[in-house]
């Protein structure tokens, strides 16, 4: 009864919305899109990952039309961490949560990307003043999670252990389940792991990642935050983390010095977390969503199988 309960609570919209992100594959509304034998659930789970966020950050907004919507839809300043943290608990909620409860996360960040739309103010790259931008736009969309996915992979194979080509295919496989829950058409995410780089690659090197000069804003309040005090004194090691993890052409557009002694301090700061990352007890090195999701799946198999819907099947 509680399944059909959960069930019950997803709209027509919903349903067919993880009927498309799933394609062929069933899924119960009460369990993970993932599961604990996807390597989603192996790489995401490691909190070690947030040493990447910061890069993940400032790529995202290196896009002229992303910082713009930061910059001007958000308090930045005052609260730099906050686009962090909403994208985490937006992201680990989608890989270890209920999908019904995925679903309504995925609407909730719809609803606060519905008012995120404007002109971009001065020119930067290839977009000229008055370039209208919204959060919602597919491309832009697909730039945020591809830093994502690129940004995990980087950092799981970093600290943790290399992937094999099949195992990055497949990561990346399962990761198109996201970008297509987002309501990103087939059309617009690359096809395989290989295409995916390509694309990537080709943003990092192209014009697009133009590098405004709100973008600069938003990385200094990233990265040089004023508030909270407490965050000044775990700076220096994120800092560097942050600006050594970005791709090279990147950083040279924020206008990062990166000289040799930086790129040693780096170096040593990665070794010391791997060798220190194995000593670290599981009820730490994972994110608490991950330890919830895998208490849960443990649990009997509740019903809740979702029926595909006549216009979806069709």
């Known amino acids: 009864m509680t399944s059909q309960r959960g069930t019950m609570k997803l709209s027509q919209r919903d349903r067919e919305r993880l009927e498309y992100a799933l394609g062929s594959t069933p899924v119960n509304v009460m369990k993970s899109l ?64 209920p999908a019904a409860q995925a679903v309504r996360a995925v609407r909730e960040i719809e609803r606060r990307h519905a008012p995120v739309r404007g002109y971009l103010a001065e020119a930067a790259g290839p977009f000229v003043r008055g370039t209208p931008y919204r959060a919602s736009d597919p491309a832009l969309l697909f730039w945020v999670h591809a830093t994502l996915v690129h940004t995990a992979a980087q950092v799981f194979e970093m600290f943790v252990r290399p992937l094999t080509a099949a195992e990055l295919a497949r990561y990346y496989d399962e990761s198109k389940v996201i970008a297509r829950l987002f309501g990103v058409a087939e059309s617009d995410i690359p096809p395989t792991w290989r295409r995916f780089q390509d694309y990537f690659e080709r943003m990092v090197k192209g014009e697009e990642l133009a590098v405004s000069e709100q973008s600069r804003a938003i990385a200094r309040a990233i990265l040089w935050p004023e508030r909270p005090l407490w965050l000044r004194g775990v700076m220096p090691p994120a800092r560097l983390l942050s600006i050594g993890l970005l791709p090279e052409p990147v950083r040279a557009r924020y206008g990062f010095r990166w000289p040799a002694w930086q790129e040693h301090a780096f170096r040593a700061l990665v070794a010391a977390g791997q ?27 509740p019903l809740g199988t979702l029926q595909r819907s006549k216009s979806v099947a069709a």
């Not at 007890?281 to 799946?297: I, K, N, T, V, Y």
């Open 34 to 97: 993932f599961g604990p034998g996807s390597l989603t659930w192996e790489v995401n789970r490691e909190a070690v990952l947030l040493a990447g966020g910061g890069c993940a950050l400032l790529l995202q907004v290196a896009h002229p039309l992303v910082a713009a919507g930061v910059a001007e839809h958000s308090n930045f300043r005052e609260r730099p961490l906050d686009r962090l943290y909403r994208t985490l608990d937006l992201m680990l909620t989608i890989t270890f949560a």
């Open 275 to 301: 060798l220190a990352l194995p000593w670290v007890p599981r009820s730490l090195r994972d994110f608490p969503h991950a330890r919830e999701g895998q208490e849960r799946e443990r649990q009997p198999s």
